[in-house]
């Protein structure tokens, strides 16, 4: 049986979403909404989410997909898959819920955010793993938070190379 790493990052909207979907979009999801707008909400965040990603429209996507890609060259022994938890595909919750349908012995969940104190880090992911290792009984190992002094390591030898 294979191990799986799954990359997760926040995720963003295209550069070339229209103007009038993006201001409609955060309209409708930072208030209060009734039956009519919660489902106007869902078919425009579906309409976001699959939204064509590149290079050029979604930077920050094409990185992650990238890292995924790095990583999976050096880490042979397991697969590796990337996700984000908004405004983008693939959905983390989704990719995970396959991840645990198939016939992975572990699953290694790692977030982009490296620091402690987010919402997403801390909470939304956390609960999402949760749910799915009652739901499966799959053994997830989530790989956070990362020790800062690794953390200042890191950028400390990066700042060396400038």
């Avoid at 997909?65 to 397991?78: D, I, P, S, V, Y």
């Avoid at 198939?102 to 987010?118: A, D, K, N, Q, S």
Wanted: hydrophobic share 35%; with cysteine.
């Amino acid at each position: 049986m294979k191990d799986l790493v799954i990359l997760v990052a926040h995720g963003q909207l295209p550069k070339d979403i229209p103007t009038e979907l993006r201001t409609k979009y955060f309209r409708l999801k930072s208030k209060d909404r009734n039956d009519e707008e919660e489902r106007d909400f869902r078919i425009l965040e579906k309409r976001i989410n699959k939204w064509p990603r590149n290079e050029k429209n979604d930077p920050y996507w094409y990185s992650v997909k990238t890292l995924a890609e790095e990583l999976r060259k050096k880490l042979k022994f397991m697969d590796v898959s990337f996700s984000f938890l908004e405004f983008c595909e693939p959905l983390f919750k989704e990719v995970l819920e396959k991840a645990c349908s198939e016939e992975y012995e572990r699953i290694f969940v790692v977030p982009t955010m490296f620091l402690p104190g987010g919402v997403h880090s801390e909470e939304e992911i956390s609960e999402c793993i949760e749910e799915m290792k009652k739901k499966f009984n799959k053994k997830i190992i989530y790989i956070w938070p990362f020790k800062i002094e690794d953390i200042v390591d890191f950028i400390f030898n990066y700042i060396k190379n400038f």
